[in-house]
Nanobody, 115 residues
Framework: QVQLVESGGGFVQPGGSLRLSCAAP????????MAWYRQAPGKQRSLVAR???????NYTDSVRGRFTISRDNAENTVYLQMNSLKPEDSAVYYC?????????WGQGTQVTVSS
């Protein structure tokens, strides 16, 4: 069973930056829009950012202007550059297609923003 593997999370102070990465199988990556999702304790998983196969991006309002999603079609990898991080950005971050394919959910990567 294929699962996506996220990396790059960690602990950072408010205002700091992190870059998340997620490599996907090529037979999935090339045909689907990819996205980053996050889930904070006690909350539902929600869409953070999306990038189409052609590179068009969309963001949830709370991260627009601070986060940048991108995809490397040669490396089958999607990235999330997160700048000006806030405590409310703390969550487990997941990548998946958009809309998501349930069997692809991985373990996610923890992002903690705290002073």
């Amino acid at each position: 069973q294929v699962q996506l593997v996220e990396s790059g999370g960690g602990f950072v102070q408010p205002g700091g930056s992190l870059r998340l990465s997620c490599a996907a199988p090529g037979n999935i990556f090339r045909f689907y829009a990819m996205a980053w999702y996050r889930q904070a304790p006690g909350k539902q998983r929600s869409l953070v950012a999306r990038v189409s196969t052609g590179g068009r991006t969309n963001y949830t309002d709370s991260v627009r202007g601070r986060f940048t999603i991108s995809r490397d079609n040669a490396e089958n990898t999607v990235y999330l550059q997160m700048n000006s991080l806030k405590p409310e950005d703390s969550a487990v971050y997941y990548c998946n297609t958009n809309p998501p394919i349930d069997p692809l959910w991985g373990q996610g990567t923890q992002v903690t923003v705290s002073s």
